[in-house]
T-cell receptor, first 112, second 112 residues
Framework: DQQVKQNSPSLSVQEGRISILNCDYT??????FLWYKKYPAEGPTFLIS?????DKNEDGRFTVFLNKSAKHLSLHIVPSQPGDSAVYFC???????????FGTGTRLTVIP | DVKVTQSSRYLVKRTGEKVFLECVQD?????MFWYRQDPGLGLRLIYF???????EKGDIPEGYSVSREKKERFSLILESASTNQTSMYLC???????????FGQGTRLTVV
């Protein structure tokens, strides 16, 4: 059973506009959430994370929002650039656990 | 910078062969993971290890085994390769999951 879900397999956005990638989770024990970016034929690279004690974390063009009551998080990329085109994975973990649970990924295409 | 190195980028093996995928990390991380990535399924955990000689099954351990004789090295073994094990295999390591996991570049395995 998928505990972390990314319901949009793909997203296309014009360069300069905002990209919003969404992620839902079912396990209320999750208290740390991460976003990874993956280019073809490469391993995922860590992008940004957020603890459950926060509802927002910002790093440059990337902002992650967490809504614990809705068990939902989102990644905002502003402004979007062609180099952001990649597959984005949402991941979650629980304190004391030794595993990251990943979503199925969203392929972002930024159109020049 | 953390470096996670997988021994091969591409491998082609025959059905029934025993296959070894090697992973080495250079940051003294306790936790190491093997995932496989398939289209539409995201990253699925095969096995993880939280210490030398310690291992835990992930979500899809069937047909696989692992070995961790040294802290820096985590090997994935396909005892008898089958065509449904054709996939991208990703190794990762982490000191703490709240600090994110670092991935290798991946091994694209094709079983014919």
């Amino acid at each position: 059973d998928q505990q972390v879900k990314q319901n949009s397999p793909s997203l296309s956005v014009q360069e300069g506009r905002i990209s919003i990638l969404n992620c839902d989770y079912t396990n209320s024990m999750f208290d740390y959430f991460l976003w990874y970016k993956k280019y073809p034929a490469e391993g995922p690279t860590f992008l940004i994370s957020i603890s459950s004690i926060k509802d927002k974390n910002e790093d440059g063009r990337f902002t992650v929002f967490l809504n614990k009551s809705a068990k939902h998080l989102s990644l905002h990329i502003v402004p979007s650039q062609p180099g952001d085109s990649a597959v984005y994975f949402c991941a979650a973990s629980a304190t004391g656990a030794n595993n990251l649970f990943f979503g199925t990924g969203t392929r972002l295409t930024v159109i020049p | 910078d953390v470096k996670v190195t997988q021994s091969s980028r591409y491998l082609v093996k025959r059905t029934g062969e025993k296959v070894f995928l090697e992973c080495v990390q250079d940051m003294d991380h306790e936790n190491m993971f093997w995932y496989r990535q398939d289209p539409g399924l995201g990253l699925r955990l095969i096995y993880f290890s939280y210490d030398v000689k310690m291992k835990e099954k992930g979500d899809i351990p069937e047909g696989y085994s692992v070995s961790r004789e040294k802290k820096e090295r985590f090997s994935l073994i396909l005892e008898s390769a089958s065509t449904n094990q054709t996939s991208m295999y990703l190794c990762a390591s982490s000191l703490s999951l709240t600090m994110g996991a670092f991935f290798g570049q991946g091994t694209r395995l094709t079983v014919v």
